[in-house]
Structures are given as C-alpha cells and as structure tokens.
C-alpha cells in the first residue's frame, strides 16, 4: 500500500513565478557583452538548469569566454535580487495549500536549481518559508538537476523512502531529475496549478491507483 507523507516543491515556475525573473536578470547580465539567449531557447534549452550551466553551454555553442562565467554569475544574481525585491509576493492560495498540508502532517521542502540567497530570499518574500522542513539549493550539491541528486538528498533528509513522496515540478529538466528519484511526480504548467485541490488529488489518485 502506498502512502505518500511527503511533498518536494521545486520553487521557479512552481512556487514562485520567477522564469522570466532569471531569463531577463541573465540576459542583462549577457548584454554587457554582446550576447543573449533567445526565448526560445530559453523554453525550449535552458529551463530549469543553473546559471552556470547555461554558461556553460554558451561557451560551448556561443563562444563566451570561460573567464567571464564568475563574473556573469554575480551580476546575474544581483540583477535577480532586484527583480525580486520588486516583484515577489506572497500568495494566498500557495500560503493556504502548504498550511493546510502542514497541518495535516505532510512534511514539505523545497529543491530548486537556484543558488542558496534566491530561495532563502524568495521563499521569505512569499511567506512561505515556514511551512517547510528545509530547502536545498543548487549550491548544496554536486550536480544541479537534470540529475537526480538534490530530490535523492531531499528525500534521505526527510527520512522516507521515495515512494513516499511527491515531487511537483513544471519543466522537463525538473521533471526528468524527479522521475529519476524514485518519487512520484506530479506535473505543472503555472504556479496557479500549484493550490492544495490540485495537489490534494493528485496524491489521492496515487494512493489509489496503487492500491487497486
């Protein structure tokens, strides 16, 4: 039988609307330099994935000099913490979903592909920070998703066995790390998609399903 008793967020484009907040910071940051990455590519390449890995593979296939990647890096970060400061808000029905899943005694955490001060920032400016066990970020791990390895770390962290747990991710890097875990995986379009109807159905459909 099973049960699930846990529920990992991914935070951007799941709990905070903040796609276009990292696409716009980094190609603020490109600019300076000449370069950009197109909106398509952005959906299509480089959603989901870390900074320094959409560096990467602008090096690779844009030629942007490796030596730039650190500094890039931090003025993208800044350019973000201003979008943020401006534009993240709390929620009514994300405050609700994760109170009401709190109290009826589902652990929750966060793994998101950002660095470590935009989660912390962002889950505090959306009031949601209290709501969960803890977050990790992309700086608490070797390998930033796709790979599997910080939904694996979440779910030793919490005690459980992957099937226990549900994951809630909206592109296909998160989802394909998700899959990889073990945990089931509950799939999103908009942050709207994220309220406690939706996610409250979707673990009883598992629980069903895997009853029958």
Known sequence: MIKIKAVIFDMDGVLI?????????LNKALDLFGMSI????????????????????????????PKLHSFINELKQQFTMEIVNNSCKPRFYHE???????NQG???????NSVRNS???????????EYVEFFISNQDVKKGKPDP?????????LNLESKECMIIEDNENGIRAA????????????VEDVNYQNII????????????
Not at 150 to 157: P, Q
């Open 179 to 190: 899959r990889a875990s073990g945990a089931f995986v509950m799939e999103v379009d908009l």
């Open 17 to 25: 609307e903040a796609k276009d907040w990292h696409y716009e910071a």
């Open 149 to 157: 390895e910080m939904y694996i770390k979440s779910i030793k962290k």
């Open 201 to 212: 159905e979707h673990i009883k459909m598992i629980e069903n399903e895997k009853e029958d």
């Open 38 to 65: 197109s909106r398509y590519d952005h959906l299509v390449t480089f959603d989901g994935l870390p900074t320094r890995k959409k560096l990467e593979m602008l090096s690779l296939e844009n030629g942007l000099s």
């Open 96 to 102: 609700y979903a994760l109170s009401k899943l709190k």
């Open 119 to 129: 989660v912390k920032t962002m889950l505090t400016k959306a009031a949601l920070m």
């Open 106 to 112: 589902y652990k929750l955490a966060v793994a998101s």
